[in-house]
C-alpha cells in the first residue's frame, strides 16, 4: 500500500534541529515509519510488519508489538553507513530483527523497557504482562476489578506510563470485568490508574491512550476528544493542553515539544459519537508537534492517502539517518554482528561450497 505524506516547514526545521529520529506505527497500514533528517531534508523509510501497535526504545534497542510477536530489534551502528555499498554514508542507524517472542494474538497495546526487562499492555487478557522464554507471557498486574485473566478484553488496558522504571500508570477505556465491558462507556467512561496502589487516578475520560510520566508530571491523551492533557495526581482534574482534529494516540516527548499522533475515524461500531467528531468537521491523520509552552502546533506531517490511523509515536535521540530491516528483507539476513565485530556477507564477498 503505497503511503503519502505532507510534511510542513515547521516540522522539516524541527527535525533539522531535534536531535534525533521520529519513529510511528501504523496497524491499519500495517507499516514502521521512521523519520530522518539527510543534512537538506526530511526523510523517511518505512518497513512491513504484522499489525504494529506499541513501539519502545531504550539505549539502541527497539521493541515492537505486531499481531502475534513482540519483535525486539537492535541498531547496528557499524553497518549502517555501508547498507547500500554504492552510497556509503547515507544512514547512522540500522535497526536489525534479532529476537522474537510468540506470545499469540494477546492485542498487545503499549511496550515498554523497564528495570526488569521489557514490560506489555496485554489488552485481550486485561493485565501487565512481561515475556517469557517458556510461555506466551507472564502476568504482573491486573486492576483490581478484573477478577480473572481470559482473553476476553474487559476494560480495554491500553497504555502504560513508567516512572523510575517501573510500570506507574495505565489507561482503560472503561470499567469492566465481562467480556467487552469497556464498551457500554466509552464514550466518557475511560479511567486512569495508579499501579502500585490499585486505585482509579482519574476518570470522566474519552477513550485515553499513551500516557506518559515526563518532566515530574503525568500526561496522557484523551483520544476521543482529540486532547493532550495534564493530570492533577492530586485531585484526578486534567487540564487540556491543546484540542485537536483528530482520534489522539501516540505520545512523545523530546526537549519542550510533545510529539502527538492523530487518527481520523472510518469505523463507526467502535468510534462513533465521540466528542472529537463533534468538535471537528474533518479529522487528520498526522504526527503533529505541540510546544509545551504553548499548547501550539509547531508543525506536522499529515498523511494523505494510504494510512489513516496511527498507533504509537517515538523519538529516538542520537541517529539523523536511519534504516530499518524486517526479518523478511534479505539483508537482515546478511549483516552479521558480534561484540567486538561486525560485516556484512555480500555475494562478491563469499562462495557457496562446491
Known sequence: MLIDCSITDGFAAWMEQCGGIVAVSTYQAGKVGLFGWDGRQVTLVMREFDKP???AWDAGRLAIATRH???RLADAPSLAPHYLPEQPGRYDALYLPRV???????NAHDLAFGDDGLWLVNTRFSCLAQLSAHHSFIPRWQPPFVTELVPEDRCHLNGLAMRDGRPAYVTALGIGDEPGGWRASKSDGGIIIDVASGEIAARGLSMPHSPRWYRD?????????GELCRVDLATGRREAVCS????ARGLAFAGDYALVGLCRIREKHIFGGLPVQNRFPEL????????LNTGQEIGAVDFTSGCHELYDVLFIPGPRRPMILNPERE????????PEFAYWLRPETFSEPK
Open 53 to 55: 501497535l506499541g513501539m
Open 69 to 71: 510477536h513482540v519483535l
Open 100 to 106: 522474537a517472542y510468540f506470545t499469540g494474538d494477546v
Open 217 to 225: 508530571k503525568l500526561w496522557v491523551l484523551n483520544s476521543g476528544a
Open 244 to 247: 485537536l482534529a483528530g482520534y
Open 284 to 291: 487528520r491523520c498526522a504526527i503533529v508537534i505541540i510546544d
Open 331 to 338: 539483508a537482515s539476513r546478511q549483516a552479521f554482528t558480534a
